[in-house]
């Protein structure tokens, strides 16, 4: 296994992290304009963009651990692309490896910061939601006035006009 083939499908992943950012800030136009329609469609995309990443994913951890026992290293459940920098022989390897991580990293970090936001944005668009619901929705005191008057036994005295002692 080779440091490009490392390369290139962290390129990759590059690609379809930008993409799936890209689609993190249109959720964010989505939310904010209230479009349910536009949001379903949307989930939808980010599914198959999580689908290819985690492929390319799996992908890229055969790859690493690969290189790392073609090197005689002992690989560990986690191998990382780190790892590799280390092990590389050739400066310009760990470079390109280098640079792509860190675009990759930092694509990921402002993922993270825009999905944030957006679950921000749902959690107060359902408290609006709710609180719309709370105000439309009768309340309980409001529908049953008082448990005397439902049994049909009211606090006033009943006066009779029949005396039944005479």
Known sequence: ??????????????RMHKSLLELAFKKTEIIKSGDIEA???????????????????????????????????????????????????????????SAVRERLMQIINDLRKQNDLNQKLVFQSLQIVNLTLDAVRPRTEQMNYS????????????????????
């Open 147 to 166: 448990s005397n008057e439902v049994r049909g036994t009211n606090t006033i005295a009943k006066k009779s006009y029949f005396d039944s002692q005479a």
């Open 39 to 97: 949001l379903d469609q949307l989930l939808k995309d980010e599914q198959a963009h999580v689908a290819a990443i985690d492929k390319l994913e799996q992908q890229r951890q055969k790859q690493v651990t690969d290189y790392l026992e073609a090197k005689g290293l002992a690989s560990s459940d986690k191998t990382t692309v780190a790892d590799v920098i280390e092990a590389a022989e050739q400066q310009a390897d760990k470079a390109t490896l």
């Open 1 to 14: 296994m080779s440091v490009e083939a490392i390369s290139s499908t962290l390129t990759m992943l590059e």
